[in-house]
T-cell receptor
């Protein structure tokens, strides 16, 4: 069990560019979540997958955001036409089982200049 | 909608002493889960402890224990024998079912004085 991994750990991009983040969950965890965390705040839910199906999306997830989880393994989160307000830490978590405890990755810190 | 409130932004504790971090929540659900997560500076979120709402017994994990008051919708975390490594941001979180998303409070920054 190597834990949840996320790549890249840091991303600096210019406003208007597209970025893509990857999350590899704990193996055999069938549920995967994306959250966004801004400085000094708690994480806010973005979207959730059970296997390859995207079951819930937050209103925070504008049309510029898209997430996929092909084959129910790793997931990608893409942000198109980035804005300065997208600067945040993007966290991925995975879970399984009855209680569904979520285990978090180290996050990808996005800075939009 | 569920809400989680952590009203204390910062707390400080002397090494080896005990500290209690407060959390309240609001929900109309009867079955749910509560969690405390620890986030050290520039490091990833770590699950500290979990409480199922249907269990009357308070959860305990080594030096960490909770005081779960369901009627009052209160869920506090007690850290005994505080250590320097306990310094971190602590988040209280809530979810309604195994599959659902977590709702977090704003967090509390705990510092430990040597």
């Amino acid at each position: 069990d190597t834990g949840v991994s996320q790549n890249p750990r840091h991303k600096i991009t210019k406003r208007g560019q597209n970025v893509t983040f990857r999350c590899d969950p704990i193996s055999e965890h069938n549920r995967l979540y994306w959250y966004r965390q801004t400085l000094g705040q708690g994480p806010e839910f973005l979207t959730y997958f059970q296997n390859e199906a995207q079951l819930e999306k937050s209103r925070l997830l504008s049309d510029r955001f898209s997430a996929e989880r092909p084959k129910g393994s790793f997931s990608t989160l893409e942000i198109q036409r980035t804005e300065q307000g997208d600067s945040a830490m993007y966290l991925c978590a995975s879970s399984s089982g009855t209680a569904g405890e979520q285990y978090f990755g180290p996050g990808t810190r996005l800075t939009v200049t | 909608a569920q809400t989680v409130t952590q009203s204390q932004p910062e707390m400080s504790v002397q090494e080896a002493e005990t500290v209690t971090l407060s959390c309240t929540y609001d929900t109309s659900e009867s079955d749910y889960y509560l969690f405390w997560y620890k986030q050290p500076p520039s490091r990833q979120m770590i699950l500290v402890i979990r409480q199922e709402a249907y269990k009357q017994q308070n959860a305990t994990e080594n030096r960490f224990s909770v005081n779960f008051q369901k009627a009052a919708k209160s869920f506090s975390l007690k850290i005994s024998d505080s250590q320097l490594g306990d310094a971190a941001m602590y988040f209280c979180a809530f979810k309604t079912g195994a599959n659902s998303k977590l709702t977090f409070g704003k967090g509390i920054t705990l510092s430990v004085r040597p």
